[in-house]
């Protein structure tokens, strides 16, 4: 066991789960409210969703640093370096800034609360020490909301990206109870982005009435429904143009003047990102995600590189992608969350998809890196060691 008021975030980090089977909301609310006494928290925007969040919360954040505000973009989870996951001022966070962020919670914080704080929880602290003084704090929600860590604080403005079936094991089985603890976490305002499912508008409707009658909470509902109106530089992926239109609507509401070209040298690291010529990387990892990216290469046939976590459902993720299949590599990853490679392998040949394996890189080929974060990171470090 390690000293948590004294160890270095290396060490913490290394001793914090990343993975459990129920929430309590509790340790990181008591550890909030503690904080908060000593920091000034800025505007905070909320990002709640299914997918799409990660490239919403950037587009924001970047185009919010172009207007020279000063802004911190917290997301999850990283696919090369911790520092990702805390993004300030147009830059991955430095190990110094993480460093003084640790030291000082270590320093408002009992040692009982730093030792329950899950990895998750502490690392939104993290942000939020290191958002104090800031213009905006644009949080990215894990994967739930209501008692998600990052809605122990109250945010000014929600937005609410495309939200489909995932994590159903936490959140539930349908769209309707899934919509609900996404936007249970709404304090003041939401802005509702583009959807596949008429339940999430009814949903929110729903929402709206209960948090008025049990915490008195008036929200305001506002919706987007023109999704043609603004056009992104060609090098970003067609399916992003459904994010920028909320992220808009956003900077509307904000009364912060338009200049589409201010999001034009914004990189999306792993969003339906080209690599090389012939790779593309993309950290999508359910169905939603494998329906836009069929789309995005209709009418082109991709070597696809692929593995899954157990909780996912990697079979429809295989029957959408079907069509643009030319072969696949089931990408060895030693996680214990990953699903068994023969069970996908079976689900491979039952739906008549070659599989193979390879040594290297064909230019010839062109190859699509799919199935979440593990498998980019892991493609990524195999591709840079084989190039060395």
Same mark, same amino acid.
């Given at each position: 066991?390690?000293d948590?008021?004294?160890?270095? *975030?290396?060490?913490?980090?290394?001793h914090?789960?990343?993975y459990?089977?129920?929430i309590?909301?509790?340790?990181v609310?008591?550890?909030?409210?503690?904080?908060?006494?000593?920091i000034?928290?800025?505007?905070?925007?909320?990002?709640?969703?299914? $997918?799409?969040?990660?490239?919403?919360?950037?587009?924001?954040? &970047?185009?919010?640093?172009?207007?020279?505000?000063?802004?911190l973009?917290?997301?999850?989870? &990283?696919?090369?370096?911790?520092?990702?996951?805390?993004?300030?001022?147009g830059?991955? +966070? +430095?190990?110094?800034?993480?460093?003084?962020?640790?030291?000082? #919670?270590?320093?408002?914080?009992p040692?009982?609360l730093?030792?329950?704080?899950?990895?998750?929880?502490?690392t939104?602290?993290?942000?939020?020490?290191?958002?104090d003084?800031?213009?905006?704090?644009?949080? !990215?929600?894990?994967?739930?909301?209501?008692?998600?860590?990052?809605?122990?604080?109250?945010?000014?403005l +929600? *937005? %609410?990206?495309? %939200?489909?079936?995932d994590?159903? $094991?936490? #959140?539930?089985?349908?769209?309707?109870?899934?919509?609900?603890?996404?936007?249970?976490? /709404? =304090?003041?305002?939401?802005?509702?982005?583009?959807?596949?499912?008429k339940?999430?508008?009814e949903?929110?409707?729903?929402?709206?009435?209960?948090?008025?009658?049990?915490?008195?909470?008036?929200?305001?509902?506002q919706?987007?429904?023109?999704?043609?109106?603004?056009? *992104?530089?060609?090098?970003?992926?067609?399916?992003?143009?459904?994010?920028?239109?909320?992220?808009?609507?956003c900077?509307?509401?904000?009364k912060i003047? #338009? $200049?589409?070209?201010?999001?034009d040298?914004?990189?999306?690291?792993?969003?339906c990102?080209?690599?090389k010529?012939?790779?593309?990387?993309?950290?999508?990892h359910?169905?939603?995600?494998?329906?836009? *990216?069929?789309?995005?290469?209709?009418?082109?046939?991709?070597?696809l %590189?692929?593995? +899954?976590?157990? =909780?996912?459902?990697?079979?429809? /993720?295989?029957?959408?992608?079907?069509?643009?299949?030319?072969?696949?590599?089931?990408?060895d990853?030693?996680?214990?969350?990953?699903?068994?490679?023969?069970?996908l392998? !079976?689900?491979?040949?039952?739906l008549?998809?070659?599989?193979?394996?390879?040594?290297?890189?064909?230019? $010839?080929e062109?190859?699509? /890196?799919?199935?979440?974060f593990?498998?980019?990171e892991?493609?990524?470090? =195999?591709?840079?060691?084989?190039?060395?």
């Open positions: 066991m390690i948590f008021k004294s160890a270095s *975030l290396v060490e913490v980090l290394n914090k789960t990343m459990y089977d129920k309590d909301f509790s340790i609310r008591k550890s909030y409210n503690i904080i908060s006494k000593y000034s928290l800025p505007y905070v925007i909320h990002i709640v969703g299914t $997918n799409g969040k990660g490239s919403t919360g950037r587009f924001l954040a &970047h185009y919010l640093v172009k207007k020279s505000f000063k802004t973009h917290y997301s999850s989870p &990283h696919i090369l370096k911790f520092n990702e996951r805390i993004w300030i001022n830059s991955d +966070s +430095s190990d110094f800034e993480l460093n003084f962020a640790n030291k000082k #919670l270590q320093s408002f914080l040692a009982h730093l030792e329950k704080l899950t990895y998750f929880e502490y939104t602290l993290l942000s939020v020490i290191l958002s003084g800031l213009d905006y704090l644009v949080l !990215e929600a894990g994967l739930g909301g209501e008692f998600d860590a990052t809605n122990v604080m109250k945010n000014n +929600s *937005l %609410i990206t495309t %939200i489909d079936l994590h159903q $094991n936490f #959140l539930g089985n349908s769209i309707e109870s899934i919509a609900r603890t996404k936007m249970r976490s /709404v =304090d003041t305002k939401m802005l509702i982005g583009y959807q596949f499912h339940e999430v508008y949903t929110a409707e729903v929402v709206k009435k209960e948090l008025k009658v049990e915490f008195d909470r008036a929200i305001v509902i919706t987007v429904k023109e999704f043609d109106s603004y056009s *992104l530089n060609d090098k970003f992926a067609k399916y992003l143009k459904t994010n920028l239109h909320l992220v808009i609507e900077l509307k509401e904000l003047d #338009l $200049n589409l070209e201010l999001f040298d914004l990189e999306l690291f792993g969003r990102q080209k690599i010529n012939n790779i593309t990387i993309d950290v999508g359910n169905p939603l995600a494998a329906r836009v *990216l069929v789309k995005e290469f209709e009418k082109r046939k991709v070597h %590189i692929y593995n +899954s976590y157990k =909780d996912k459902d990697y079979e429809e /993720v295989l029957k959408i992608l079907k069509p643009i299949i030319k072969q696949i590599t089931i990408l990853i030693d996680d214990k969350r990953i699903i068994n490679k023969n069970n392998l !079976e689900i491979c040949k039952s008549n998809i070659i599989t193979s394996s390879f040594d290297k890189i064909d230019k $010839n062109e190859y699509l /890196v799919f199935g979440s593990l498998v980019v892991k493609f990524i470090k =195999d591709m840079r060691l084989n190039e060395k």
